[in-house]
Every structure is written in C-alpha cells, then in structure tokens.
C-alpha cells in the first residue's frame, strides 16, 4: 500500500524503516476504524488483505512485521490461519493481534496455542495494542513514540 517513509532517521541520520502491517479485515467499517488506529501507533507500511487468500499472497511477496488479523472472514477463521502460521519458520514468531466481534473461551485457548499477542474485541483495539506487539516480539526499533506508551494511549 506504500513505499517504505524515509522522514524519520534515526540517530545515525540514516533513514529508519518502517514496519509492514498486514491488516486482514472483510469489513468496510472496521477496515477505516482500524487504519486510523494503525495510523495512530507507530509510522508503518500498510497493507490490507480482505480474506485470508489475499493475506497468503501478501505474506508470500513482503516481510511482514505485524499481522492484525479478524477471525471471521469469508474463507475461513483467522486463529486456524494464526495456527497455520505458526508452523511455518518464516512468519512463526511475527506478531499477530487478533480483533474478534465476540472472542470466545474457545477462541483464547486456540490463541494462546498460536502465541498470539493479543485477543481483543474490536472495541478495545488501541493504538498502544500495537506498540506493545511490536515491542513484545522485540521490534522495538519500530516503536518511536514511547512517552504515548508510557502514558497508556
């Protein structure tokens, strides 16, 4: 969706990369909602997958660095694809933040199996979410804005 934004150096003066997120989301309204909370985090490169098919070709052509992913989608359930990725080396320890309208028991215990980051109804997903994600699976490079984290936004 972008090319990598050569604006923010870092203390070498050289440019500092920015992340690749990969949101997988089939809904119009929550897609809009969920950019300006990405947008809100930390400066990234964003690309959007509306099913899991199209997820599976833009993890097949760039280095993603964060999955935000729904789990109802019209090809399948996201925390199955979560599980998939997670047996594979190349994409087994990038961050996934799962986004569900009604996450159930069932759906964090087949979370936590896939080492997700976090579960989070789409109401609760925030931009400190993400940062956290980042930092959690020590991307921390990434995460610029430290004082809006430590002050929990």
């Known amino acids: 969706m972008g090319q990598a934004d050569t604006s923010h150096t870092g203390q070498t003066g050289r440019p500092r990369p920015r992340p690749i ?4 989301e089939d809904s ?13 985090s930390v400066p990234m490169e964003l690309h959007v997958a509306t099913c899991l098919n199209d997820a599976r070709k833009i993890l ?7 999955i935000i992913l729904d789990n109802m989608l019209p090809d399948g359930l996201g925390v199955d694809f979560a599980n998939l ?6 994409w087994s320890k990038v961050p996934i933040v799962m986004v569900s309208d009604h ?10 199996a896939a ?6 109804t789409k109401d609760m997903f925030q931009p400190r979410h993400v ?8 991307f921390a490079p990434f995460v610029t804005n ?8």
């Open 21 to 24: 997120c990969l949101l997988v």
């Open 28 to 40: 119009d309204f929550d897609l809009k909602r969920f950019g300006r909370i990405l947008k809100a």
């Open 60 to 66: 097949a052509q760039l280095p993603v660095n964060l």
């Open 85 to 90: 990725l997670r047996k594979t080396v190349r």
């Open 103 to 112: 996450p159930t028991p069932f759906l964090y215990d087949k979370a936590n």
């Open 115 to 120: 080492n997700i980051a976090f579960v989070l």
């Open 131 to 138: 940062r956290d994600a980042l930092r959690q699976k020590r």
């Open 146 to 153: 430290t004082s809006k984290l430590a002050n929990g936004l």
